[in-house]
Nanobody, 121 residues
Framework: QVQLVESGGGLVQPGGSLRLSCAAS????????MGWYRQAPGKQRELVAV???????NYADSVKGRFTISRDNAKNTVYRQMNSLKPEDTAVYYC???????????????WGQGTQVTVSS
């Protein structure tokens, strides 16, 4: 059973910072792309940032220059540092990973349970 466990959400004032982490655990052979998505009330889930196994990254235009995604492959963990937070960053943030549970298994997408980030004064 594979689990993605997120931590680090909460309430922060505009202009503040938060660091989120997501650890993958369970029977895992290899992990490819890891990333973060978010869903604000009344909106569709959208990509925030993704990172490949080798460290290549892709960011949504709305967070470029403010968010930084990184990963520790030895710990099967992905991080996101969020700076200069804005009220429009308020959303539930979901961790995502594409991984294989065995050498012969197909790549499968897994999601974390989501963590709330609220930016408000």
């Amino acid at each position: 059973q594979v689990q993605l466990v997120e931590s680090g959400g909460g309430l922060v004032q505009p202009g503040g910072s938060l660091r989120l982490s997501c650890a993958a655990s369970g029977s895992i052979f290899s992990i490819g792309t890891m990333g973060w998505y978010r869903q604000a009330p009344g909106k569709q889930r959208e990509l925030v940032a993704v990172i490949g196994y080798g460290g290549s990254t892709n960011y949504a235009d709305s967070v470029k220059g403010r968010f930084t995604i990184s990963r520790d492959n030895a710990k099967n963990t992905v991080y996101r540092q969020m700076n200069s937070l804005k009220p429009e960053d308020t959303a539930v943030y979901y961790c995502n990973a594409v991984l294989k549970v065995t050498i012969t298994a197909r790549r499968t997408e897994y999601w974390g349970q989501g963590t709330q980030v609220t930016v408000s004064s």
